[in-house]
């Protein structure tokens, strides 16, 4: 059974920076494409950032880029999200995903911004951020 598992959410203010990390077990980290996607009460699930399964490859959406970073470590099977910078756009409960990936170069190539795409999922983390 695979278990994902988010930590590191909390309440920040404004300007503040926060990382949340991600576990995964009951499959090879290696063999996993891993991404963040967010969601309010008021809006849909949305792309935070991805990761290809050597971490070779990045994305991230827009209202993000230049503020977050993704890594990961293979050797501990974690992923994290820098998150900097933050504002109460920001807010939302953060949830971790998981998607099956072949070793290949190819599938290092591959970034899906796309929730579908994604196999397994963690139960989320709340983020809140205050002015």
């Known amino acids: 059974q695979v278990r994902v598992t988010e930590t590191g959410g909390g309440s920040v203010r404004a300007g503040d920076s926060l990382t949340l990390s991600c576990a995964v077990s009951g499959r090879t980290f290696s063999h996993l494409a891993m991404a963040w996607f967010r969601q309010t009460p008021k809006k849909e699930r949305e792309f935070v950032a991805a990761i290809s399964w050597s971490g070779a490859n990045t994305g991230y959406g827009d209202s993000v880029k230049g503020r977050f970073t993704i890594s990961r470590d293979n050797a501990d099977s974690t992923m994290t999200l820098q998150m900097d910078s933050l504002n109460p756009e920001d807010a939302a409960v953060y949830f971790c995903?998981?998607?099956?990936?072949?070793?290949?170069?190819?599938?290092?190539?591959?970034?899906?911004?796309?929730?579908?795409?994604?196999?397994?999922w963690g139960q989320g983390t709340q983020v809140t951020v205050t002015v």
């Open positions: 995903a998981a998607a099956d990936s072949p070793q290949t170069v190819m599938a290092d190539l591959v970034i899906s911004i796309d929730q579908s795409a994604y196999d397994y």
